[in-house]
């Protein structure tokens, strides 16, 4: 008996993706962009298939990401941002309200989106996954973007 499995090939060629960005931390998320764009175009992508929008903060950002979806022209939505804890509960009402926006208007869209929104108690955790000991948050959430597009072409 043979298992059908089904992956996604890590190849961007042709796919048209938008990329949403906060402007909030700036300095970390300039990183988490520039990471994404160059996995894309490192993967067979090209920049003029890329589209960016910048958004205040990522409380902003689920609204955008739904009607980009929603205007049928991208194969999926990358998601940057990074929310640093700070003296007040603000944090928690940032984080949560992304990521269930950006949750419900992909689920809702039928669109994938990658979800590159750090989440750091501290500015040193956000540098640290912006593109050094931690890696970067933006490369890895464009490459799950990816591998997620090419599976659902499949299903
Ligand atoms: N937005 C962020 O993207 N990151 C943050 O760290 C952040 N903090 O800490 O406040 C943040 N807040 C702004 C929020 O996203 C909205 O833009 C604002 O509330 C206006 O609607």
């Given amino acids: 008996m043979t298992v059908q499995t089904i992956e996604g090939q890590l190849n961007a060629k042709g796919l048209k993706v938008a990329i949403v960005a ?23 992508g090209s920049e003029d298939d890329l589209t960016l929008v910048r958004l205040p903060g990522a409380f902003e950002m689920p609204i955008a990401a739904q009607k980009l979806a929603r205007s049928g022209k991208y194969d999926g939505v990358l998601v940057l941002g990074a929310v640093i804890r700070g003296a007040t509960p603000h944090f928690d009402y940032v984080c949560s309200e992304c990521a269930k926006g950006v949750a419900q208007a992909s689920m809702e869209s039928g669109v994938p989106m990658g979800f590159g929104l750090l989440t ?18 933006g490369v890895e959430a464009a490459s799950a973007l990816l591998e997620t597009i090419r599976v659902l072409e499949q299903l």
């Fill in 22 to 44: 906060a402007r909030f931390n700036d300095f970390i998320v300039d990183r988490l962009i520039s990471g994404a764009i160059d996995y894309f175009v490192r993967h067979g």
């Fill in 120 to 137: 750091c108690d501290s500015l040193d955790q956000a540098i640290e996954r912006a593109g050094s000991k931690g890696g970067n948050k």
